[in-house]
C-alpha cells in the first residue's frame, strides 16, 4: 500500500508566502515524477509545478518565477515553495506521484488527499 501525505495549505494574504510538503510512505520501490497540481471551483484540475527523478522540472507558465518545485529522494517527499501569492492561486493543492511499489511490475499515479490554500485579504 502506498499513500501520499500533503501538508502546508492554509490562509495567507496576498504577496505571502507558503511552503507544501508531500510525503510518499508504504512498500515502495522506486519513484519516477512528482508533482503538483491544482483544481478552483468551478475549474479543472491543471498541473502547477512537475519534477522528475533527477531533478528535471517544470512549470506552469501563471507560477514562473513565484513557485519552486524541489525533492527528497531520501525522504521521498517532494516540496512547493510559493512565494508572491495571488488571489488566483486560491485552489485545493493535490500531490501526485509516479511510483512502483514492492508488490508490482509497474508504475502508477498516486495522489494526495488535497490541501486547500486561500489567498485573501
Known amino acids: 500500500q502506498v499513500q501520499l501525505v500533503e501538508s502546508g495549505g492554509g490562509l495567507v494574504q496576498p504577496g505571502g508566502s507558503l511552503r507544501l510538503s508531500c510525503a510518499a510512505s508504504?512498500?515502495?520501490?522506486?519513484?519516477?515524477?512528482m508533482g503538483w497540481y491544482r483544481q478552483a471551483p468551478g475549474k479543472q484540475r491543471e498541473l502547477v509545478a512537475a519534477i522528475t527523478s533527477g531533478g528535471s522540472t517544470n512549470y506552469t507558465d501563471s507560477v514562473k518565477g513565484r513557485f519552486t518545485i524541489s525533492r527528497d529522494n531520501a525522504k521521498n517527499t517532494v516540496y512547493l515553495q510559493m512565494n508572491s501569492l495571488k488571489p488566483e492561486d486560491t485552489a485545493v493543492y493535490y500531490c501526485?506521484?509516479?511510483?512502483?511499489?514492492?508488490?508490482?511490475?509497474?508504475?502508477?499515479?498516486?495522489w494526495g488527499q488535497g490541501t486547500q490554500v486561500t489567498v485573501s485579504s
Open positions: 508504504g512498500t515502495i520501490a522506486s519513484i519516477n515524477a
Open positions: 501526485n506521484a509516479n511510483i512502483k511499489s514492492r508488490r508490482s511490475y509497474y508504475f502508477y499515479d498516486y
